[in-house]
């Protein structure tokens, strides 16, 4: 089984600066990675998919990058709506299933 | 725009069988996605369950596999869950969602475009 590690836990950061949120896995998954936001009482939204492509209506200020064990979720310039949890997942084919890291939950300093 | 909603009762008692079941509107579920479960304890994150295809096939997370079923009704355009034997352990906001496929030729289920809005489930006697 893969398992995903996000670092850090926890971000604290102020409106503008930028975001750099990591996820490691413990053996390639190739680009079969995907990133989300989740905000309290909401389901989570899709932000980013096979590693590197925005979902739809993502705002550009989101971008993801890496292959294979290590991959990073990049905010640019924080907004106000961006504090939240983002959580990756990976995909594997065999046995086909999913799995979702712990987390890394981005306040206001 | 696709929509998801999950329904279902909120309480289940130990040892009993949690059942949801998720009605997709605004597309149809014998389109080209699978669907999936995904639940969330409080406070805790995600963990995928499991998904179907309109054909039927569906994919379990081994940690549950012994435990869980999932079903398709194309007649009524929805798919449903049942996890048995459950423990206070299964307490979770449930959510439905359905997968994105990516890729050109073979493609893979790249994650999850479309969620539910989710439903509380608390295993209590």
């Known amino acids: 089984e893969i398992v995903l590690t996000q670092s850090p836990a926890t971000l604290s950061l102020s409106p503008g600066e930028r975001a750099t949120l990591s996820c490691r896995a413990s053996q390639s998954v190739s680009s079969y990675l995907a990133w989300y936001q989740q905000k309290p009482g909401q389901a989570p939204r899709l932000l980013i998919y096979d590693a590197s492509n925005r979902a739809t209506g993502i705002p550009a200020r989101f971008s993801g990058s890496g292959s294979g064990t290590d991959f990073t979720l990049t905010i640019s310039s924080l907004e106000p709506e961006d504090f939240a949890v983002y959580y990756c997942q990976q995909r594997s084919n065999w046995p086909p299933s999913f799995t979702f890291g712990p987390g890394t939950k981005v306040d206001i300093k | 725009q696709v929509q998801l909603q999950e329904s279902g009762p909120g309480l289940v008692k130990p040892s009993g069988t949690l059942s949801l079941t998720c009605a997709v509107s605004?597309?149809?579920?014998?389109?080209?996605?699978?669907w999936s479960w995904v639940r969330q304890p409080p406070g805790k994150g995600l963990e995928w369950i499991g998904e179907i295809y309109h054909s039927g096939s569906t994919n379990y997370n081994p940690s549950l596999k012994s435990r869980v079923t999932i079903s398709v009704d194309k007649s009524k355009n929805q798919f449903s869950l049942k996890l048995s034997s459950v423990t206070a352990a299964d307490t979770a906001v449930y959510y439905c969602a359905r997968d994105l496929p990516y890729g050109s030729g073979s493609y893979y289920n790249a994650g999850f475009d479309y969620w539910g809005q989710g439903t509380l489930v608390t295993v209590s006697s």
């Open positions: 605004g597309g149809s579920i014998s389109s080209s996605n699978w």
